[in-house]
């Protein structure tokens, strides 16, 4: 095929979208950007990765946005999507990188000793460590659980299984932490 | 032992499962039990805590500008993973360049007159990715494919005598219509179809196809040697056909 039959053909324009899409991309944008964000940095941990994936996903979505015009379909797809541009990213990262600068997630500032900021530090990394290391569905069950405040039906929709193969996933991760993590209990009294 | 064929289940309940009126009972009796629910609740406790500042966490103020301008750049211009297939081209341009030239050292060294033999523009390569050029817009696509200006003279300077080499930069007005219009790698038409398209838009600039900076001497290929090619003048009356 020569280049202006190919272009007759409509194949020049379908980088942009027209007006109306446009619009509706932006709703998507203001709706659904904190969400990304927050799926992003529950694995990732930190801001700016976090919102670089974010901004990724967004362009992604852009791109395929004829298909995504369904609201719920869109946050789905998104939440999918910086799910596993995340998991790509620290995989990358983890060949060259290591926790040393790695922020916590927002916790609340404290003016403790530098010892007791030490100790929460480590606590986080381990639960962050403990919830890296489980199967990738019953991970990102976890983070959405915690995102969208333990509303299965929510992480269900965002997900699209069903409720109960959420809520399923959701006790077998809980009960693996728990498993792991029993030592911190008795760690944390004899501090 | 009781306490531990409860193990297993107290992890269920701690993660939220209801207890049996058994296990309950045993509980109630056993301190250590006791204390192992204890632990795993705690531990999950800690969890949320630490997992309860994803709801918390706010993005910067100005993320979403900055995912309208990504998305406003992408809009605009073709995607750099779309054009990855120019590095290759660039490379498999610049090689033929280079084998091109030394084929024409070797052929200007043992027969003066070859540019009369026919090694003209169709077996030179001119890759020509026509089609763009006939709109005349300023750094099309072709550029890529076919030999800017630039490269022709740096082509010139690694091959002075090569006539094969300087048919291969023949001007696009040699060209017939019997050569091909286009040679673009397999798979890459709708690529390269989306960047023109962009070019004569002016959403994307033609400087985007300098990267690999093709005007820059090619470098004289090193440890390659050609044993010249040796040909033997026919004696004319052998191949007169005169019996």
């Known amino acids: 095929m020569l280049l202006d039959e190919a272009m007759s053909a409509g194949w020049a324009g379908a980088v942009s979208l027209d007006p109306a899409l446009e619009r509706e991309f932006e709703q998507r944008l203001s709706d659904a950007s904190a969400l990304a964000f927050r799926v992003a940095l529950g694995v990732l941990r930190r801001r700016e990765d976090a919102e670089d994936v974010a901004q990724e996903a967004f362009l992604r979505a852009h791109r395929s946005f004829t298909s995504l015009r369904d609201r719920e379909r869109f946050r789905a797809w998104l939440v999918r999507t910086a799910f596993r541009l995340a998991l790509d990213r620290l995989r990358g990262e983890r060949r060259r990188a290591r926790r040393e600068d790695a922020v916590a997630i927002e916790a609340p500032a404290h003016a403790d000793s530098a010892e007791a900021e030490a100790a929460r530090r480590e606590l986080r990394d381990r639960v962050a460590d403990a919830v890296a290391g489980l199967p990738e569905k019953l991970r990102i069950v976890t983070v959405l659980a915690a995102i969208e405040e333990h509303d299965l039906a929510s992480v269900a929709r965002l997900l699209e299984l069903p409720e109960g193969t959420v809520k399923s996933r959701l006790h077998r991760a809980r009960k693996v932490l728990a498993e792991r993590l029993r030592w911190l209990a008795s760690d944390t009294a004899t501090r | 032992m009781a306490c531990e064929r409860y193990r297993d289940t107290l992890s269920d309940v701690a993660a939220g499962a209801s207890a049996s009126a058994d296990l309950e009972a045993h509980i109630a ?120 200006n630039s490269s022709r003279e740096a082509v010139s300077r690694s091959a002075p005598a090569s006539p094969a080499a300087l048919g291969a930069l023949a001007p696009p007005s040699r060209r017939t219509r019997s050569e091909p219009e286009v040679l673009v790698p397999a798979g890459e038409a709708e690529t390269l179809l989306r960047f023109v398209a962009n070019l004569r838009r002016r959403t994307v600039t033609a400087e985007s196809l300098l990267v690999a900076d093709l005007s820059a001497p090619l470098p004289e290929p090193k440890g390659v040697f050609i044993r010249p090619l040796e040909i033997v003048p026919l004696d004319p009356e052998e191949t007169s056909g005169a019996e």
């Open chain 2, 29 to 148: 009796s056993c301190a250590s039990c006791r204390q192992e629910r204890h632990a795993l609740r705690q531990a999950l406790a800690t969890v949320d805590a630490e997992l309860a500042g994803l709801r918390a966490a706010e993005p910067s103020p100005d993320l979403a500008a900055r995912i309208r301008t990504a998305v406003a750049m992408s809009s605009e211009a073709t995607p750099a993973w779309r054009l990855g297939w120019l590095w290759t081209l660039t490379a498999a341009a610049a090689a033929l360049l280079v084998a091109l030239a030394l084929i024409g050292q070797r052929v200007s060294r043992t027969v003066p007159g070859a540019a009369a033999t026919g090694v003209g523009p169709e077996a030179s390569g001119e890759a020509a990715l026509a089609t763009p050029a006939r709109d005349g817009v300023p750094g099309t696509a072709s550029q890529s494919a076919r030999l800017s």
